[in-house]
């Protein structure tokens, strides 16, 4: 999974490029749930959130690290409703 970091400003234009409804509004800065984010796996060839950021500061959780293949199968399970 992905994450924001303190240097977030809130300003807003992550969370609609996200596929997955990962980023919401958290209390100091935007947040990622960490269960919804494939990192774009399964949508894009690269995190969206990331491409549109203007102050670069979404960076891999490094407590939520992941492979590929474990971010496929969570956007196989997102998609499957399961
Ligand atoms: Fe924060 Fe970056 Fe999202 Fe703007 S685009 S709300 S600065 S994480």
Do not use: F, M
Not at 12 to 38: H, K, R, W
Not at 41 to 54: D, I
Not at 55 to 77: F, G, M, N, S, W
């Amino acid at each position: 999974a992905l994450k924001i970091t303190d240097e977030c400003i809130n300003c807003d234009v992550c969370a609609p490029e996200c596929p997955n409804g990962a980023i919401s509004q958290g209390e100091e800065t935007y947040v990622i749930d960490p269960n919804l984010c494939t990192e774009c796996v399964g949508h894009y060839e690269t995190s969206q959130c990331v491409e549109v950021c203007p102050v670069d500061c979404i960076i891999k959780d490094p407590d939520h690290q992941e492979t590929e293949e474990e971010l496929r199968a969570k956007y196989e399970r997102l998609i499957g409703g399961g």
